[in-house]
């Protein structure tokens, strides 16, 4: 090959053209920037393959734990709705649940809100959390700091709410709300009882 390729930048927002010469290269693609592929239908072959006396004594695998819910998982999750600073604390993300749970969505978080300690930080979206392009996404109390917008700016469709007229997250959303968090999801979730 040519070893030319486009890469991102910034969060996405510069692309520069690169050319290696090097014999070896290595390719990563954001998961979300296709549709998911079919589970069956496809015709590639499996193959095992032998490493050849490759040891490990470094290193030990001591135990997994995995976290439940009954939440869809946040980096495939069809609707997201994820809440930032403007929630003020811990506590009112139980406002989140309660509507994630009546729409069958997962619950996500800027980092401001993960660095605020309000919820644990397998929770965050963005360049540094996770990468999200669900149907839905639900913005609520987030100001649109590019970090943000980088993992989720490939959401079909974006609601946007916030108290600021002036959010940068207006700027990149489908719909939004110009209002008070703390009324306009109490109100959301009276309509979906």
Do not use: C, W
Request: charged share 20%; proline share 4%; hydrophobic share 40%.
């Amino acid at each position: 090959s040519s070893g030319i390729n486009a890469e991102d930048g910034y969060a996405g927002n510069a692309i520069q053209t690169v050319q290696s010469s090097d014999s070896v290269k290595l390719v990563t693609v954001r998961g979300t920037s296709f549709e998911a592929a079919p589970v069956e239908g496809g015709s590639a072959a499996t193959e095992a393959f032998d490493i050849g006396g490759v040891t490990n004594d470094k290193s030990e695998f001591l135990e997994s734990k995995l976290s439940k819910s009954d939440r869809p998982e946040l980096a495939s999750a069809g609707i997201v709705i994820s809440g930032g600073r403007g929630l003020k604390n811990g506590e009112n993300f139980e406002m989140l649940y309660n509507l994630a749970d009546k729409m069958g969505a997962a619950v996500g978080a800027s980092r401001a809100a993960v660095d605020a300690g309000y919820v644990p930080s397998d929770l965050q979206v963005g360049q540094t959390g996770k990468m999200v392009a669900p149907d839905l996404y639900i913005a609520v109390g987030i100001s649109g700091a590019i970090q943000h917008l980088a993992g989720m700016k490939d959401s079909k469709t974006i609601v946007a709410i916030n108290k600021d007229p002036e959010a940068p997250i207006f700027q990149v959303s489908d719909y939004g709300l110009v209002d008070d968090l703390f009324k306009a999801v109490p109100e959301m979730i009276s309509n979906l009882d």
